[in-house]
């Protein structure tokens, strides 16, 4: 399979647990991007890798939310201290170059109860 | 401020027929792509259709074409011979200018096909 793969699909927790996405991009890609979706909604840009440079997070991204792409292959994304209003679907997509969009990931739930 | 607007949060045709859906957008760039994307019921999100601003010829993927019109920043797509599986949410995304070019997506579509 050479799409983009994410893990776990779906992510229940308690409010104030941390969790933890990890998502593997296309091995070609050098350009990794997070999204976060809700129910009704368009995706919202949380954050931009390229290679295993963060190169621009959103103001959606509280200090609460961590992102890594360690030697430019997998990234992760971390959520502490969850609260419901975390809850969405989070989007990973990487591309090739500036102009080719993106490939997604099937994305992960997270629900917070 | 880049933003992309679509207005009509639900659409539906009948099996075979045709349904163009709206998209505008707002930008000061004179060269930029505009992409539109499909999103199942699974939710994994595919690309559609891509549009390069420079070129006057509207963009066709088989059953799926492009209306573009530049001068009114209006970025409509064009679905012929509607298929069940066309059911879907479909999002308008412009790229922001810059290098890391990411995409702003409007709200969406909710398109329903009638057998």
């Known amino acids: 399979d050479t799409g983009v793969s994410q893990d776990p699909r779906h992510k229940i927790t308690k409010r104030g647990q941390n969790v933890t996405f990890r998502c593997d991009p296309i091995?070609?890609?050098?350009?990794l991007y997070w999204y976060r979706q809700t129910l009704g909604q368009g995706p919202e840009f949380l954050t931009y890798?390229?290679?295993?440079?963060?190169?621009?997070k959103s103001r959606l991204l509280s200090d609460r939310f961590s992102a890594e792409r360690p030697k430019g292959s997998f990234s992760t994304l971390e959520i502490q201290r969850t609260e419901q209003g975390d809850s969405a679907m989070y989007l990973c997509a990487s591309s090739p170059g500036q102009w080719n969009g993106y490939t997604f990931g099937s994305g992960t739930r997270l629900t917070v109860v | 401020a880049q933003t992309v607007t679509q207005s009509q949060p639900e659409m539906s045709v009948q099996e075979a027929e045709t349904v163009t859906l709206s998209c505008t957008y707002d930008t000061s760039e004179s060269d930029y792509y505009l992409f539109w994307y499909k999103q199942p019921p699974s939710r994994q999100m595919i690309l559609v259709i891509r549009?390069?601003?420079?070129?006057?010829q509207n963009a066709t993927e088989n059953r799926f074409s492009v209306n573009f019109q530049k001068a009114a920043k209006s970025f409509s797509l064009k679905i012929s011979d509607s298929q069940l599986g066309d059911a879907a949410m479909y999002f308008c995304?412009?790229?922001?200018?810059?290098?890391?070019?990411?995409?702003?997506f409007g709200k969406g579509i909710t398109l329903s096909v009638r057998p």
């Open positions: 890798f390229q290679n295993e440079a963060q190169l621009e």
């Open positions: 995304a412009y790229p922001k200018t810059g290098a890391n070019s990411k995409l702003t």
């Open positions: 091995s070609e890609h050098n350009r």
């Open positions: 549009q390069e601003a420079y070129k006057q």
